[in-house]
């Protein structure tokens, strides 16, 4: 019975992902999603514990209602496959099983979501969905997964894109509208060719908690967060509503200092990224905590026409970044990259622009913005006038520029 079970699932699978398009959920991910995943801080040391410890901290400290709604689970939570091939949960790390779990995050308002691999096996050597991809998207279906991130390690030999369409096919057939995360590392430019298929894509290799720098693991690097910015060059135009460019997840909390968190937290709105938290949210300091939630910044990220931001132009060390708004509104940044505080004049008419991707004008020598600053929190005056300002070292100066 089980072979003719297992043959008759498998004859299934394969009318279905020959006849059917590629075709993610549609009206998810309208705006970057938010949430938190579990990798960049705990890696594999993860458990059924931590993870409601986490949504539990997640409400009380009012993420949910700064808009973090995703709390993933990331590599690691792997069980074996049983007799006909359906992954299971790691029965000593989730004891009550994944499906009491996602309950019990869906129970605080959260959504939740998990981790899985294109190859063989996951980058921590557990089973990945290679060959077994309805039957992972069907299981993630029963459990109530709300999202998926699908990585890409142990994939010699495979089409990505083939791949990747398989399993936002798998999702389809399951039937649970569920975010897709391509995590492909950006190696095969996947903003050419993902957008019918997922909602959002990495553009680079991993992230390192490190504000300038490289980090060599011997057979692979990863990137501070000024080299994964400088990837980003390019790639605006393929970000909008429903599927976004990905610099990978947020290493704010996790030991840089204050500024450069601040700095780091704030370009990843500019360029309109995913905001998922990678920190211990159960014993971060308060500073780190007015950073995630300050809810003016995150609605630079979230802004309804989901226009990615973009370098203008530097000098000395510093960059000048502009991003439209909805209502004609602007975010305009200044990034000081120098390991010195700089002093600028801002000359609001030398930006005087016309952004070709938009077609939004800035128009200085016509219109009057009004200038709040989007971390101290007040308004300061409007562009009428030049404006002398002083930026530490790695750190930022945001404002909206308010029609």
Not at 213 to 242: F, N
Not at 275 to 291: A, F, H, P, R, V
Not at 372 to 395: F, M, Y
Request: hydrophobic share 35%; glycine share 8%.
């Amino acid at each position: 019975m089980r072979i003719t079970n297992r043959i008759l699932f498998l004859a299934a699978t394969i009318l279905v992902s020959l006849c059917a398009k590629a075709q993610k959920f549609e009206n998810i991910g309208m705006t970057p999603q938010m949430g938190w995943n579990s990798w960049n801080k705990f890696a594999s040391n993860i458990n059924e514990k931590l993870i409601r410890e986490t949504a539990d901290v997640m409400v009380e400290k009012g993420l949910v209602d700064a808009g973090y709604v995703y709390l993933n689970i990331d590599d690691c939570w792997h069980g074996e496959r049983d007799s006909l091939g359906f992954i299971r949960e790691d029965s000593v790390k989730f004891p009550s099983g994944m499906k009491n779990l996602v309950d019990y995050i869906h129970g605080k308002g959260l959504k939740a979501g998990i981790y899985s691999d294109a190859g063989c096996k996951t980058c921590g050597g557990l089973p990945g969905s290679l060959g077994h991809e309805y039957q992972d998207a069907i299981t993630y279906a029963r459990w109530g997964i709300d999202y998926l991130k699908y990585d890409w390690c142990n994939t010699t030999d495979i089409n990505p894109k083939g791949e990747y369409k398989l399993m936002s096919d798998a999702l389809r057939f399951a039937g649970r509208p569920v975010f897709f995360s391509i995590c492909e590392w950006g190696d095969n430019k996947p903003w050419l060719w993902a957008k019918e298929i997922g909602h959002s894509w990495r553009t680079t290799g991993d992230i390192w908690c490190c504000f300038d720098c490289v980090k060599d693991h011997g057979t692979w690097k990863s990137l501070g967060v000024m080299q994964i910015l400088d990837l980003q060059d390019g790639l605006r135009e393929y970000a909008g509503p429903g599927h976004w460019n990905d610099p990978d997840m947020l290493q704010v909390g996790n030991g840089m200092p204050v500024n450069e968190d601040r700095a780091h937290f704030t370009m990843w709105c500019m360029l309109a990224a995913p905001l998922i938290l990678g920190n211990d949210l159960t014993s971060m300091k308060q500073e780190t905590l007015e950073i995630i939630t300050n809810k003016d910044v995150i609605a630079i990220d979230q802004d309804a026409l989901g226009i990615q931001g973009f370098k203008h132009s530097s000098y000395t060390g510093l960059e000048f970044w502009f991003k439209p708004l909805t209502n004609g509104d602007w975010a305009f940044c200044i990034l000081n990259r120098s390991t010195e505080n700089r002093e600028y004049i801002i000359d609001w008419n030398k930006f005087n622009l016309t952004d070709n991707f938009s077609g939004k004008s800035t128009e200085f020598d016509k219109i009057c913005y009004k200038v709040q600053n989007l971390w101290s929190r007040e308004i300061c005056g409007n562009t009428n006038k030049e404006r002398r300002v002083s930026i530490p070292a790695h750190d930022v100066l945001l404002y909206r520029l308010i029609r």
